[in-house]
């Protein structure tokens, strides 16, 4: 009997222990010594590509992150990325001419309409980014993203859609945890 208790015992230790460190390590997020900010969105388009084709443009989304640790900690990786821009809205400034609103003067020219597109684009990356960012400095990363990923233009061509968009587009609403990491770190 006594060496029961002691098993049930132990193995309720044991389970404690791992409950203890697994928590730890299955965080869903980085520690609040790191800061991370959505920083702006710009068009980059791509090479050997032609403006008819759906992978011509792509748009790189900047974050920056920052090292807030007041105990001198580095950061020295951070790895098991996660983007998630799901509610974001990607709005096309002058996506199709407005034929309801004629404009003053002849022969009548027509304002542009905007289109808003609600993201839901997410991705994970588990591959280490090795790099040594110390207390108060601060890094700019970048995450670029092929347009066809994250708008469809239904019955436009991909030439409409990428002469639109090169008008003018904003990102707007991007939620405050859009990206998320490990981090490994030293003294």
């Not at 991370?36 to 920056?64: C, G, M, P, Q």
């Not at 108060?136 to 990923?149: A, D, F, N, R, V």
């Not at 030439?159 to 990491?181: C, W």
């Amino acid at each position: 009997m006594k060496g029961k208790v002691k098993f049930a015992v132990a193995a309720f230790m044991l389970t404690i222990f791992v409950a203890m460190f697994a928590g730890e390590a299955l965080a869903a997020s980085y520690p609040n010594w790191i800061g991370v900010k959505y920083v702006k969105a710009e068009l980059v388009t791509n090479k050997d590509t032609k403006i008819t084709d759906k992978n011509h443009l792509s748009v790189r989304f900047w974050y920056d992150i920052k090292n807030n640790s007041r105990d001198s900690r580095i950061m020295t990786a951070y790895y098991d990325q996660k983007l998630d821009l799901s509610g974001a809205n990607f709005t096309v400034n002058q996506w199709r001419r407005d034929s309801s609103k004629p404009a003053e003067g002849w022969p009548a020219q027509y304002p542009w309409a905007s289109a808003t597109f609600r993201l839901s684009y997410k991705k994970n990356w588990t591959h280490v980014e090795k790099r040594e960012l110390y207390p108060g400095q601060t890094e700019k990363s970048h995450y670029t993203i092929p347009l066809s990923h994250l708008i469809n233009p239904g019955q436009r061509s991909w030439k409409d859609t990428n002469e639109a968009v090169k008008r003018g587009f904003s990102v707007s609403s991007v939620p405050g945890g859009s990206l998320d990491f490990q981090v490994s770190s030293k003294k």
